[in-house]
């Protein structure tokens, strides 16, 4: 992800269906700090969100990755996935979020994986259960409700 996704990103995280479990859509300022945040995960931490494209076309899907996340004061890695709207419902967050989970243990050699979840995003909890992931706990992430699914890697 680069400030040349800009126009992409903004889409995706200004889409108020997209961001339907989020405090409310992103603008496109808020848009490059998100990208900007997951530069610094990749020089800090080698790992944040990437972008989703596909293979057939290049077109721009989402962003799925790894960032690491503050749950009640312990510092944990999240698998995190967006989509677009019109393109949910394909598989693709389940694939990338394979793809990241794998990428987390064999090559970081991460021991343990989580997904923050909205209580009400049915969706993202079965992608996390798709990937191995099982509902941990009930927490409160950034003063909301979350569910936190989790596995062992």
């Known amino acids: 992800m680069t400030p040349d996704d800009l126009d992409d990103m903004a889409a995706l995280l200004g889409d108020s269906e ?3 479990y989020y405090p409310r859509p992103m603008s ?3 848009a490059l700090r998100w990208i900007e945040w997951n ?3 990749y020089r800090e931490h080698g790992h944040g969100l990437w972008l989703i494209t596909l293979r057939s076309s290049g077109e721009f899907v989402g962003n799925c990755g790894l960032t690491l996340q503050n749950i009640e004061g312990v510092i944990r890695t999240e698998v995190g ?3 677009r709207a019109e393109l ?3 598989g693709y967050a389940t694939e990338a979020a394979i793809a990241c989970r794998d990428y987390a243990r064999d090559v970081l050699k991460l021991d343990r994986l989580i997904a923050i979840i909205n209580p009400d995003n049915v969706p993202s909890q079965r992608v996390a259960e ?24």
């Open 39 to 41: 530069q610094r995960g």
């Open 81 to 83: 996935y967006l989509v």
């Open 88 to 90: 949910q419902g394909n």
């Open 130 to 153: 798709k990937i191995g992931l099982t509902l941990e706990c009930e927490a409160v992430y950034q003063d909301r409700p979350a569910r936190i699914y989790a596995s062992t890697l």
């Open 18 to 20: 997209v961001m339907r």
């Open 28 to 30: 496109r300022d808020e």
